[in-house]
């Protein structure tokens, strides 16, 4: 059985040129280990180090940073055009305001033969838990929209929503216990009012999935050509999250669209699931106030 790191460096070529899109304290190909790779993330390396020096990690696993992310894109960020041989992005994508944008920007630096590692994480296994799939409407909106920033709607979603389990943010298909919202609805009103007064950008998922969700999800945008991206490989939930290689000679799907469907319906109907879901409701069917 292969290890994380294994899933997402598959389809990984070492003597390859790379880049990892913020890897923050736990990078998955680090300079290190021998990867020829460029670092892109939102803060440099010293930020970075502040940022989570508070949170108990391995400080000195925080790469150096070699393009800071500021809105540009990323050809012009990078000075490279159909340059890198792979991309990881673990943990990335549901943070992203235009899930489209983000992998054509992605694609504008890669080689036509090249590959996009994605780590995602399940709904049904950390804070996302009872947020509903997203749909194929609000990531073609958001991409026409080009957004930069989370809607409002979005912020309300999220920070009405989220939870946690045992006061954990994520958990595995094993796991049973309490779970609790991580905020009130005064900080859901707050957090919508600083969205609306500011325009800044909030640090939110975004975008929630079962691992079947995020591949048809792949499917269609391929499909409707928004993105020229299929699958190479899938890895089904281990933990909280599941694993995606993409690439233009990626073969998609084995399955009809159909079929995919009916196994996104399992997922979100499993028992564990829906027990889940009927703890959460016994403990919380009350009027809200």
């Not at 699958?231 to 933990?239: A, R």
């Amino acid at each position: 059985m292969l290890k994380r790191k294994e899933k997402i460096l598959c389809h990984i070529k070492k003597n390859g040129f790379g880049i990892e899109i913020g890897p923050s304290h736990a990078p998955i190909a680090p300079k290190k280990e021998g990867y020829q790779v460029h670092i892109l993330d939102h803060m440099n390396r010293e930020q970075l180090v502040e940022k989570f020096r508070p949170h108990n990690v391995s400080l000195e696993n925080i790469e150096e940073v070699d393009f800071v992310w500021n809105g540009e894109h990323y050809s012009q960020l990078t000075g490279k055009v159909k340059f890198y041989d792979w991309v990881i992005a673990s943990h990335v994508l549901e943070h992203t305001p235009d899930f489209i944008g983000f992998l054509n920007e992605c694609d504008s630096i890669m080689k036509d033969d090249a590959v996009i590692s994605l780590a995602i994480p399940d709904k049904r296994y950390c804070f996302d838990h009872f947020r509903p799939a997203t749909g194929i409407s609000k990531i073609i909106d958001s991409h026409f929209r080009k957004d930069k920033m989370h809607t409002a709607g979005t912020v309300a979603e999220y920070f009405l929503n989220i939870v946690h389990m045992n006061g954990k943010i994520a958990w595995d298909c094993g796991s049973h216990g309490i779970y609790n919202f991580r905020h009130s609805l005064e900080e859901a009103r707050s957090e919508i009012e600083r969205v609306k007064n500011t325009k800044e950008y909030i640090d939110v998922h975004s975008w929630v999935f079962t691992p079947h969700s995020f591949r048809l999800m792949i499917h269609d945008l391929y499909c409707l050509g928004f993105i020229p991206f299929q699958e190479l490989s899938f890895f089904s939930t281990v933990g909280c999250e599941f694993f995606v290689t993409l690439g233009r000679k990626g073969k998609g799907l084995a399955h009809s669209r159909i079929e995919m469907l009916k196994k996104i319906e399992s997922e979100i109907s499993s028992p564990s699931y829906l027990m889940a879901w009927l703890i959460f409701l016994k403990k919380y069917l009350t009027p809200l106030k």
